[in-house]
């Protein structure tokens, strides 16, 4: 094993990191809401839709337009994996963060601020159990 | 309906799109890069989590303090501290998919936003899961 420091990368990273805090204190504080984002488009294609839910979901989405205007590239990862892998990661992921009633942004981060067992104790789970797939797929089968 | 709170959520969408693109939690391979810690570990993403927790946290604090938020709706119910079958069990599905593509809900929808076809794949599959999470396991408290 060996580790990868890049300075500028660090940055960049505890920089978007404050973003996104930024944004789920102020979904929380303006609007009262979690931002748990696999909750708010299971929510919005459901039953339970209401605007707000879809307007943060457009900014979502319009930020990773902007970015591609501003002259992000499409992730190279994203054009290599086969679209049946994405398939089923799709469905493992929708179906695993419903049950478990949340994903990286609801528990990794709004649980975790509120030290939230529950949300603790997913997150170990899942950063474990995504840890333990990407060695099975990189290490083991020598894959992605 | 009010245009104030759609308006701020569409910000807040914005800047946490923002944040995910610039952080690096969008590109897949910087994921799996940081979930690989026996290989080329790149742990630049816990800063990410550890930064937005940093600063969501005091308005947690703040919101539970006060109880009435700013446009006068009550602060979401905490969850109940249950930590059952279906929270680690969901938990370690969510690990799964999430260590196949490198691609967790946010970044998904934020992909979408790039006009890249696989995204459109992932979030299509991934509503598709969470209605048969659904049926399967429909949700204790109402």
């Known amino acids: 094993m060996s580790i990868v420091i890049e300075p500028a990368v660090l940055e960049q990273a505890l920089a978007g990191g404050v973003l996104i805090g930024i944004a789920a204190a102020g979904l929380l504080l303006v609007n009262s809401r979690i931002a748990g984002i696999s909750g708010i488009l299971a929510d919005a294609t459901g039953r339970q839709a209401s605007v707000w839910q879809w307007a943060f979901l457009l900014g979502l989405g319009l930020a990773g337009f902007a970015a591609t205007r501003l002259g992000h590239a499409v992730p190279p990862a994203l054009g290599q994996e086969s679209l049946p892998l994405l398939a089923v990661a799709g469905l493992l992921v929708g179906f695993g963060t419903r049950l478990s009633n949340g994903c990286t942004s609801g528990h990794g981060v709004c649980g975790i601020a509120q030290l939230n067992p529950r949300s603790l104790a997913a997150t170990a789970v899942f950063m474990l159990a995504a840890g333990i797939t990407v060695f099975v797929t990189r290490h083991v089968l020598g894959q992605g | ?142």
Not at chain 2, 50 to 72: D, H, M, S, T
Not at chain 2, 122 to 141: D, E, K, N, Q, Y
């Open chain 2, 1 to 142: 309906m009010r245009f104030l709170p759609i308006l701020s959520a569409f910000a807040f969408g914005l800047i946490f799109g923002a944040g995910l693109v610039l952080s690096g939690m969008a590109d897949p391979d910087r994921v799996k890069a940081f979930l690989d810690v026996t290989g080329a570990w790149n742990p630049s993403l816990a800063l990410v989590m550890g930064g937005a927790i940093a600063v969501a946290a005091p308005a947690f604090y703040l919101a539970k303090r006060r109880r009435r938020a700013v446009l006068g709706c009550g602060v979401a119910a905490p969850e109940d501290k249950l930590i059952d079958t279906k929270l680690v069990l969901g938990a370690a599905i969510f690990g799964l998919g999430w260590g196949l593509a490198g691609i967790c809900p946010g970044p998904g929808v934020v992909l979408l936003g790039f006009g890249a076809r696989g995204a459109f794949i992932f979030v299509a599959t991934m509503i598709v899961g969470a209605r048969l999470a659904g049926v399967f396991a429909p949700p204790s408290v109402p």
